[in-house]
């Protein structure tokens, strides 16, 4: 009984921690190099004729509005993580962590309806179950969703009982508004390790997204100086990160939707990323990246 007591009262304390905790900055992340994450040490050889099951992406929605997509490669099957993926092809993937956010995700999600644009919402499950109906529009409107965790921990400093719950109450909450399960997810502060990609691919069926692009947008409150590091900073097979839960984030997204589009990056989501992704030594030298025009 003390234990539930306990367990009630953290519950208590996660669900009101969604306000405020939404709007603090976030802590320097853990610096993870752009595609180290995805140097899998080999984690042992796999079980002749039972390979680990692949996970359906429930949550990649056909879309009229999708773009045209060539033909998918197969990816690794031992490969748990991505920072970016390598793609014949200006496709890019941006993502927006850590809400919904009551005000910030419904003006972000008119901002990329108005272009045909599609993109991935890493939220935290306090905050999915808080916001059922823009949880809802989310996915309705073409977008994906996937799984950042229960309350934004470290997942890398939390014990197996907590790191499940983090992970299933999350899982519960999505499914809960939109009757769908998340194919990918982002740790909190790029939190991770070889030993959770595994677990958190192979136990729950979601790859580890990490990024290749970050403008340090939770740090910098600044439009212009976050869409022009998201601009600068962008290449085929991008995962861009950023957060939807910061005005200023949400006021650099006009800026960096439409220059990457004239520049002629197609914006997709992490899914449909992951399925263009091959291996690089396949990738054509002369995938055609878009030339800047400033
Ligand atoms: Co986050």
Redesign the pocket.
């Known amino acids: 009984m003390k234990r539930l007591l306990i367990g009630l009262s953290l519950a208590g304390v996660f669900l009101a921690a969604c306000h405020t905790a939404r709007t603090q900055s976030?802590p320097q992340v853990i610096v993870v190099p752009p595609d180290e994450m995805s140097r899998q040490p080999a984690l042992g050889p796999s079980t002749a004729g039972s390979p680990p099951a692949a996970p359906t992406p429930a949550t990649v929605k056909p879309s009229a509005t999708t773009v045209s997509l060539p033909p998918p490669a197969a990816a690794p099957a031992n490969k748990h993580s991505y920072n970016s993926c390598n793609v014949d092809g200006p496709y890019i993937a941006i993502t927006f962590?850590?809400g919904p956010h009551a005000v910030h995700t419904p003006t972000l999600l008119d901002m990329l309806k108005q272009r045909g644009l599609k993109a991935t919402f890493?939220v935290?499950g306090q905050c999915a179950a808080e916001y059922p109906d823009i949880m809802k529009r989310i996915v309705a409107e073409g977008h994906e969703i996937g799984n950042?965790s229960w309350s934004?921990v470290a997942l890398n400093s939390v014990g197996a009982d907590s790191l499940r719950k983090q992970m299933e109450n999350t899982n519960a909450a999505i499914k809960e508004s939109t009757g769908l399960r998340p194919a990918t997810m982002?740790p909190?502060?790029g939190a991770t390790s070889a030993r959770l990609n595994k677990l958190f691919d192979e136990e729950y069926g979601m790859k580890v997204i990490l990024w290749s692009v970050d403008p340090l947008d939770w740090k910098n409150r600044n439009a212009a100086t976050v869409s022009s590091r998201i601009i600068q900073n962008t290449h085929p097979g991008a995962i861009i990160l950023a957060?939807d839960i910061h005005a200023t984030t949400v006021a650099a997204m006009p800026e960096v939707f439409d220059t990457l589009t004239a520049r002629g990056y197609k914006f997709v989501t992490v899914s449909e990323l992951l399925a263009l992704d091959r291996p690089a030594q396949l990738v054509k030298k002369e995938t055609p990246a878009p030339t800047p025009a400033n």
Do not use: C, K, T
Request: hydrophobic content about 10%.
């Open positions: 976030e962590d850590d890493y935290v950042h934004h982002r909190p502060y957060h």
